[in-house]
């Protein structure tokens, strides 16, 4: 049962929360769903995240359409 369209994963590679090997372990289990790789993002424990920021209006944009 799918409860979304649409799954984002996003990881950075010194993530020192969730080991790095898990992101493979999605990429192989969830095909469908989209991955972003970072480096020096820590566990994502930041002020400003812009990438997000992006995505999100991204997704609200192409919905409005």
């Known amino acids: 049962y799918n409860q979304s ?10 993530d020192d ?7 493979g372990k999605y990429k192989k289990s ?3 769903a989209s991955y972003r ?11 400003t995240f812009p990438e997000i920021v992006r995505e999100i209006r991204k997704i609200f944009k ?3 359409k």
């Open 62 to 64: 192409n919905k409005v």
């Open 30 to 32: 969830l095909p469908n």
């Open 37 to 47: 790789e970072f480096k020096n993002k820590g566990h994502f424990i930041q002020n």
């Open 17 to 23: 929360v969730v080991c790095f090997t898990d992101f």
């Open 5 to 14: 369209k649409k799954l984002f994963i996003w990881q950075s590679s010194d």
